[in-house]
């Protein structure tokens, strides 16, 4: 069943940009490990979490109200 809300572009907004920034994180911290690159690492795991917080933040949207079984 799919679900239908008011801000179904906001919620697609944060799917695809999660999706995006864990794409572009696991790039930069794959590039900045292999050239030991600190500074380039350290921005691919901040990429990762901020992807990772995005998809968490939908993913909680879309289940609140929902009694757990």
Excluded: W, Y
Excluded at 14 to 32: P, Q, R, W
Excluded at 40 to 65: C, D, H, S
């Amino acid at each position: 069943m799919v679900a239908q809300t008011s801000d179904g572009h906001i919620l697609l907004v944060k799917k695809l940009g999660g999706l995006f920034a864990i794409i572009i994180g696991c790039l930069l911290t794959a590039v900045g490990v292999t050239f030991e690159s600190g500074g380039t690492t350290f921005v691919g795991v901040l990429f990762l979490i901020l992807g990772a917080g995005l998809l968490v933040m939908k993913i909680v949207r879309r289940n609140e109200g929902s009694p757990l079984p």
